[in-house]
């Protein structure tokens, strides 16, 4: 990663550092603390930055709304935790796990609230329109939550869908920080709309890439335990043409283990990734990425700037594509 984007993570992290640092009571900001400061790709303020600087602008300006970005995204994972009860997130345990389900539910919502103040530092002239974007992508990642909470209890979740949700749960976050530095920098309207559809697309192919992961990945680069979204039945792309692609018996089967009570997990995982495997579904999904990734670049290169001034963010776009957690 060239000079640039490091001095961007490195100004990121230091004012990740000072968020809520001296803030009480202990009980409220220690899990705001713990889940900010166990890292993680910091990749959508870093977008933020990007796209400013990509349009002229001092970076400076987009650090305190690609803050919000980051509180809200964090804020969304530990009521995303707590609700599929996950046990490890980055590696580490999360929040409920740690403390307890209230815990993560009002520390959670001490989050949101942090990030909109961080919101108000945005030059005047400019906050409607970024309290707009910022409000729309809030709402659009309940709805992707409620979603993909709906599809738990459905066999019949078609792609359409499952794409359609995870457009609004992740990749509106990733075009709305783009957006949003656009803006910052008064990048013309045009242009800001066309990096949010490129974040919107790299963000599809990032929540794909990161359905593989959990089937294929390193459980030790990865950060989570491998097979998580197989235990929760979670209807992931994989999982979606599993049921569409198998033959009857291999479905019958593949239904059991779905609705099956404390299976043991072991095997169940071992089960569904060697169906996985027999119908040749990674390569099926890799290319579904490799669609999407596409897509964006052509975004991208669609964008009135300088060819030189996309090279970051192309960088960027390349190593979450080919990135193993």
């Not at 680069?221 to 599993?242: E, P, R, S």
Request: glycine share 4%.
């Amino acid at each position: 990663m060239n000079h640039k984007i490091s001095l961007f993570e490195k100004k990121i992290g230091d004012a990740i550092g000072e968020v809520v640092l001296r803030e009480k009571p202990e009980s409220l900001f220690d899990p705001v603390r713990y889940i900010l400061s166990i890292g993680g790709k910091r990749l959508r303020p870093l977008l933020t930055l990007l796209a400013a600087d990509m349009f002229g602008a001092d970076p400076e300006v987009a650090v305190e709304p690609a803050l919000a970005v980051e509180i809200f995204h964090n804020f969304s994972l530990l009521h995303d935790d707590l609700m599929d009860q996950a046990d490890m997130r980055r590696g580490m345990p999360t929040v409920h796990r740690k403390w307890n389900a209230n815990s993560a539910i009002l520390s959670g919502d001490a989050m949101m609230i942090e990030s909109y103040r961080h919101l108000l530092n945005v030059p005047p002239h400019l906050l409607p329109q970024v309290l707009h974007i910022f409000s729309d992508m809030a709402m659009d990642i309940c709805k992707g939550q409620q979603y993909d909470m709906d599809f738990e209890s459905r066999l019949n979740v078609n792609e359409e869908e499952y794409l359609e949700m995870i457009r609004l749960k992740t990749a509106v976050l990733l075009g709305s920080a783009l957006k949003i530095g656009a803006i910052l920098a008064e990048a013309p309207p045009a242009d800001a709309d066309l990096l949010y559809r490129y974040g919107v697309h790299i963000g599809i192919a990032f929540q794909l890439k990161d359905d593989l992961l959990d089937v294929y990945g390193d459980p030790i680069t990865f950060g989570k335990k491998i097979g998580g979204d197989i235990l929760a039945n979670k209807k992931t792309y994989l999982l979606i043409k599993a049921l569409q692609n198998a033959d009857e018996t291999q479905r019958a089967a593949l239904e059991q283990w779905i609705v099956a009570v404390n299976p043991d997990p072991l095997e169940k995982i071992a089960f569904v990734k060697n169906l996985y495997d027999q119908l040749n579904l990674k390569q099926l999904a890799e290319n579904l990425i490799e669609k999407y990734y596409l897509a964006s670049l052509d975004l991208l290169s669609s964008l009135k700037v300088a060819d030189d001034r996309k090279m970051d963010l192309l960088r960027l776009s390349e190593k979450l594509m080919y990135r193993e957690k």
